[in-house]
């Protein structure tokens, strides 16, 4: 009964019901990347490796970049599997490359609590579409889309 009460919200209240099934697909797929293949593999789909893509974009680009933001964050608050950094960075990379706009992936490491931690992010123009700024995190390595 729960499911059904859920899947009746998702319906009548979600605004952006395509971006939010795309979102939960990517992410499953990105999951499943993430556990089962080689990462030198899946970095090739990445983009050009040690590239940024522009700083400015179309005020249409930001506004889709907002609403992938919050469809890849809520969605992936939600999933069964874990969907970390790198799976909310890859599936927003995805959503945002189908529309042809530009976006960088970084990767970075930084400390909490004594340890070093990794983290992806990405950025659409000055936007931060997923993850922490670079203020946070010392970037590793970065792939323009």
């Known amino acids: 009964m729960n499911f059904i009460k859920s899947f009746v919200r998702f319906i009548r209240y979600n605004n952006y019901k395509s971006v ?3 979102c939960w697909i990517y992410s499953a797929w990105y999951r499943f990347q993430v556990l089962h293949m080689d990462s030198k593999k899946m970095q090739v789909k990445w983009g050009i490796e040690g590239e940024e893509s522009g700083e400015d974009e179309t005020m249409e680009h930001y506004k889709y970049a907002k609403v992938v933001s919050i469809c890849v964050n809520h969605v992936c608050d939600k999933t069964v599997w874990e969907s970390k950094c790198l799976v909310r960075a890859l ?3 995805k959503l945002l490359k189908r529309k042809t706009i530009p976006s960088t992936l970084y990767l970075g490491c ?3 609590d004594g340890k070093m931690v990794a983290h992806a992010w990405i950025r659409c123009g000055r936007m931060i579409v997923t993850g922490a700024s670079e203020e946070e995190y010392t970037v590793v390595d970065k792939f323009r889309a």
């Open 20 to 22: 939010s099934i795309l």
């Open 91 to 93: 599936t927003a990379q």
């Open 110 to 112: 930084g400390m909490y």
